[in-house]
């Protein structure tokens, strides 16, 4: 059964860094995987995708030259290093998996349950 599951959420100062991993399961390779994250009363908002087999990566504008997708594919992990954090990048982060092109995470069924963000000013 394929799954993923976030971890490595918390709670930093404006400026601070976390890392957050996602660990997948359940199927030997994707197209993409993605991140997105949800602040409370907000639509879920997309952050980044990597391109599995390439390791092209692309970001939001909101986060480009903040955060860093990568993925190490010997522990069956995404990350998402996130630097200079701002109060509006509070929110639940979401990775997902997509398992044949195109790369539309919001059309994925594959979803971990979220890992929450709180950046504080």
């Known amino acids: 059964q394929l799954q993923l599951v976030e971890s490595g959420g918390g709670s930093v100062q404006a400026g601070g860094a976390l890392t957050l991993s996602c660990v997948f399961s359940?199927?030997?390779?994707?197209?993409?995987m993605g991140w997105a994250r949800q602040a409370p009363g907000k639509e879920r908002e997309w952050v980044s995708d990597?391109?599995?087999?390439?390791?092209?990566?692309y970001y939001a504008d909101s986060v480009k030259g903040r955060f860093t997708v990568s993925q190490d594919n010997s522990k069956n992990t995404m990350y998402l290093q996130m630097n200079s954090l701002k109060p509006e990048d509070s929110g639940t982060y979401y990775c997902?998996?997509?398992?044949?092109?195109?790369?539309?995470?919001?059309?994925?069924?594959?979803w971990g349950r979220g890992t929450q963000v709180t950046v504080s000013s």
């Open positions: 997902a998996a997509v398992l044949d092109g195109p790369c539309r995470i919001f059309d994925s069924d594959y």
């Open positions: 359940g199927y030997t390779s994707s197209y993409c």
């Open positions: 990597i391109l599995t087999e390439y390791g092209t990566v």
